[in-house]
């Protein structure tokens, strides 16, 4: 009988801590070893759970990580990553980061840190969602030298409570575009007079509507004919199920940066 994966999650009482915290439980396969929340939060020293709704498990929610884990799965808030990282990277815990928002000075810090401990980080952890990465870089490869130019959009669509905008994953999938297309300005939302649009350029759009779990679409708009690629979550769990599985890859790995790739095998 091979040994449980110990789990720790970080931003526990979260909306998709909550998540990862369920499904750890029912993972035949991991043991939930602790839920983490900062130190000030509310949810402190009640049941993880009874937060998730699975019923008592006998993990409290605490704020530091104490007990050696095989993993750390981070869904919290960019502010989280001055406790959580350190504390993987002392003690080299692997880490699966899917917190999104933060600065280019956080993504060298974590970048740094993959020195030393194994890290995937992936602003979605959803198959569907990477399966369609791959599928846009293809076309934006194929579209790249259109004569009369492509002009490429990302809309993306989310719950009211999300708090940073565009998505990572939309920042992502510009990023992918223009690494095979080579726009150098990316302009977020329109307004006033901008003129006619450049071709150099990526634009994004965030909605911010209800319990949209995810929804991004990514415009290929040209002369005569338009290409739409369109990719929406149902429920937290497509992020939630791709998350333990990047847990259970990066347990095993040496120190490096992974990616969701990595993970799938795409
Ligand atoms: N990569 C993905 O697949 C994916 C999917 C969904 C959400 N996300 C990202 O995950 C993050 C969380 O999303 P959410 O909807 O669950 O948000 P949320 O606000 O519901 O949950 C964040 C949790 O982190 C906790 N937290 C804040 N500071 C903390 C700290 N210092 N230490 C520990 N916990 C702390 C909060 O108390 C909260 O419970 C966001 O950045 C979101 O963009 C990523
Ligand atoms: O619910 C969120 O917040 C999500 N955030 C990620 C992002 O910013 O890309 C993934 C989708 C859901």
Redesign the pocket.
């Known amino acids: 009988m091979p040994d449980l994966l110990k789990i720790a999650v970080?931003?526990a009482?979260?909306?998709?801590?909550q998540r990862i915290t369920a499904l750890t439980i029912a993972d035949p396969e991991l043991e939930l070893s602790a839920a983490?929340?900062?130190a000030a939060?509310p949810q402190q020293g009640h049941d993880a759970g009874e937060v998730c709704g699975a019923g008592k498990c006998g993990v409290t929610i605490s704020s530091e990580l104490v007990h050696r884990v095989d993993a750390v799965i981070d869904?919290?808030?960019p502010?989280?990553l001055d406790?959580?990282l350190p504390a993987c990277e002392e003690r080299q815990i692997p880490l699966v980061i899917?917190?999104?928002?933060y600065t280019d000075a956080q993504r060298e810090q974590i970048a740094a840190a993959a020195n030393s401990t194994p890290i995937v980080m992936?602003?979605?952890?959803?198959m569907a969602v990477n399966l369609v990465m791959k599928l846009v870089s293809d076309a934006a490869r194929v579209l790249k030298d259109n004569t009369d130019g492509v002009d490429v959009e990302i809309i993306e669509r989310h719950h009211r409570?999300?708090e940073?905008a565009p998505?990572?994953t939309a920042l992502h999938f510009g990023k992918l575009v223009a690494e095979q297309m080579g726009q150098e300005n990316h302009i977020h939302g329109r307004s006033g007079r901008p003129g006619q649009r450049p071709h150099n350029e990526i634009g994004y759009h965030a909605l911010r509507t209800g319990d949209n779990v995810?929804e991004h679409t990514i415009v290929f708009g040209m002369m005569g004919e338009t290409i739409d690629l369109t990719v929406r979550g149902h429920t937290?769990d497509s992020?939630a199920y791709?998350?333990l599985a990047a847990a259970k890859f990066v347990a095993s790995q040496k120190a490096g940066l992974y990616s969701m790739n990595d993970v799938l095998g795409l």
Request: charged residues 15%; hydrophobic residues 30%.
């Open positions: 970080n931003g009482a979260g909306r998709m801590g983490l929340e900062y939060s869904f919290s808030l502010e989280a406790s959580i899917a917190t999104t928002g992936a602003p979605s952890m959803s409570f999300k940073d998505s990572g995810g937290r992020y791709g998350a």
